[in-house]
């Protein structure tokens, strides 16, 4: 299986095993401009040169290599399974991806057909979004009516593979303390160029892809939805510590116990 989802920097300076809708895109850019002194011009998912990731091919030796001998300091972020579907939702059911299409063709038709999810002008956001939310839980319980995507699917689920194939992180942080955790990062690390966090613009491809979200977070979420969350993200809630109760509380409650999720997620 070897390690999806990884990038690693030329100078072999970082790791990264990317989580989406986890500041992929804002992390992705300071690991180019620390090898480049500048930012990849676009999307840097697009990237095919000036960084290894395990889907160009001629990386893969390199950051096998790497991760099993665990050559460079390697790390992943996470975001609390509440927000994290949440804004799935906006970018990828009611926004128009970059390709001016809507995201996998024939998927919001779909929702739209099978699920009365509605995206189309003055629509109840919440109602759509909590009939999303059963379908999200039938792709990844079910995997029909198609498997689960990887915007929506766990976390925990995206950052074992790195762990069962045989590398070992040595930082994990939260997408909700961004500079402090991308910081302890930097710290840990040489790059060819140095990177001031205070200056970095945060890279989040997919803001205007949708509306605005119109009402607070916890508001989408009555207890059939906050079951229907924990049955889907339980692993992600107790690993990372997020507050399952509040979904208002954005905030882990917690540090992550890096031991704990090798322990677990390498099984």
Known sequence: MGFPGTWMTQSESMVYRVVP???????????F???HGEFFDGDVHDAMEGMHKWAI??????????????????????RNPYTRILSSFFDKICGIQRNGKRYRGNLV?????????QVEGDFDQIESFRRFLLFA?????????????IHWSAISGHISTFIVNGGRYDNIFFTEKFDEGMQSVLDAVETPHKVDLGSIPRFNESEGHGPKRAHPVEDYFDDLSMHLVYEIYKRDFNLFRYDFENPG???PLGEVDLDEVHAKLGA
């Open 33 to 35: 401009y620390s090898d």
């Open 109 to 117: 038709p779909l929702l739209i057909q099978k699920y009365g999810v």
């Open 57 to 78: 091919e001629d990386s893969q030796p390199l950051i096998e290599a790497n991760v099993k001998g665990h050559k460079s300091y390697a790390f992943t972020c996470v």
């Open 137 to 149: 839980r039938d792709t990844i319980r079910w995997r029909r009516p198609m498997e689960p995507d």
């Open 21 to 31: 809708k986890c500041a992929c895109s804002t992390i992705g850019q300071i690991m």
């Open 249 to 251: 509380n954005k905030m």
